[in-house]
């Protein structure tokens, strides 16, 4: 969720793709932000907004960090994978991608894929060794328990998503 403030009178229209970094602030600093944001002057909006992780390795920051626009400089070095993440809507409107599961769930996941594969250099086998990594962990955190069965279903699933997020990259350059 996100709580956006528009202190000028016009509305406000949000559009397309930036940068956020994690804020390092003191828990007892945070709330104090967090109370001049809930009493600063304007509209106030809360809004759902999709996130996609820039760095395959960072871990993800603790929940209820707070975040700020990434300046100019991080906005820019972000570019081609602002570029893969318009052509993947691109590629899903024209319905050039391949869902195997939910077609909206699957067309985050070729998004977030996408990224990761720009900025890893992942070529085919380092991709399919990084999503079943990435699957097991995935299960390992939810308590399922991983079988011989769900890798084969996962290796088939990254077969074709290595394909999109191919198809992808192709189309943001």
């Not at 002057?41 to 990434?70: D, S």
């Not at 996408?114 to 250099?121: N, P, R």
Request: proline share 8%.
């Amino acid at each position: 969720m996100v709580h956006v403030v528009n202190p000028a009178p016009e509305p406000l229209m949000l559009e397309g793709v930036a940068a956020v970094e994690p804020v390092q602030i003191p828990p007892d600093q945070r709330e104090k932000i967090l109370e001049q944001v809930r009493r600063a002057p304007g509209t106030h909006t809360e809004t759902t907004a999709n996130f996609y992780c820039l760095e395959f390795l960072r871990p993800a920051p603790p929940a209820g960090v707070l975040y700020r626009i990434a300046p100019a400089a991080k906005q820019a070095r972000f570019e081609p994978a602002v570029r893969a993440l318009q052509s993947a809507r691109r590629l899903r409107d024209l319905g050039r991608l391949s869902p195997d599961t939910n077609p909206e769930s699957y067309f985050h996941s070729i998004r977030q894929w996408a990224v990761w594969t720009l900025e890893q250099g992942f070529d085919r086998e380092k991709f399919l060794d990084a999503f079943l990594e990435h699957a097991k962990k995935s299960f390992a955190r939810s308590g399922r328990e991983w079988s011989e069965q769900v890798e084969v279903a996962v290796r088939r699933s990254a077969e074709g998503r290595w394909q999109d997020v191919t198809q992808v990259l192709a189309e943001s350059r």
